[in-house]
């Protein structure tokens, strides 16, 4: 990079003070002619401003007919028809299966959590007055018909023994039922098929769960 020493003849100029700028640190030693010219130069940077010529960018000095190569220009464009090989943008119908295969991807998924997350299932909590003929009525006898009544979706609770006035007593039973499987109107159809034993059944309390 030392090759060329004195850049204009023997009179400092605007061409050294280019070349200058653009070294970053002294030569070494044993390159005695540049590291002369070097502190020669150096002794000017008071009046570098006022030396002659005129300063340009530090590749167009040099032999004529050798190109710049410190300008950091850009290679030359290809041609136009090189463009013609490239899909800037893609296939629309590449885009459209991508966009079909995502979404068929994340409605399986959905499907797949869907299938694993437990069905919330309506329940209600339903209180039951059953009313024997009389006071003779076998209460014990028609509670066990009462509970031999089985079916999905029925679950039998606690009971007791509420008087109702003149000695007859009637039979409170509670019961769970899920909603879609079993009704009032089917449990009242079921315990009044038993009419040895029951006159009649209403419904004390009914209770979403």
């Not at 200058?20 to 000017?44: E, G, M, Q, T, V």
């Not at 039922?177 to 419904?203: C, N, P, R, Y």
């Amino acid at each position: 990079p030392w090759r060329c020493v004195d850049v204009c003849r023997f009179v400092p100029s605007q061409a050294d003070v280019a070349v200058f700028d653009a070294i970053s640190a002294p030569p070494p030693a044993d390159l005695c002619h540049a590291l002369r010219w070097y502190n020669h130069i150096k002794s000017y940077q008071s009046q570098k401003n006022s030396l002659p010529g005129v300063k340009k960018p530090l590749g167009q000095y040099g032999p004529a007919g050798v190109a710049d190569t410190t300008s950091g220009s850009a290679p030359a464009a290809k041609d136009d028809d090189d463009d013609d090989d490239i899909d800037l943008f893609g296939s629309d119908d590449e885009e459209d299966a991508e966009a079909a295969r995502l979404k068929e991807e994340r409605l399986a998924e959905y499907a797949a959590k869907k299938a694993k997350k437990p069905t919330l299932i309506a329940k209600s909590s339903i209180l039951l007055d059953v009313k024997p003929w009389d006071d003779e009525t076998d209460m014990a006898k028609l509670e066990e018909c009462v509970r031999s009544i089985q079916m999905d979706g029925l679950v039998w609770g606690q009971s007791k023994l509420v008087p109702v006035g003149y000695g007859i007593k009637k039979l409170q039973i509670g019961c769970v039922v899920e909603d879609d499987k079993v009704g009032t109107d089917i449990l009242e159809e079921h315990i009044t098929a038993f009419e040895d034993f029951v006159q009649s059944m209403d419904v004390a309390a009914f209770n979403k769960i």
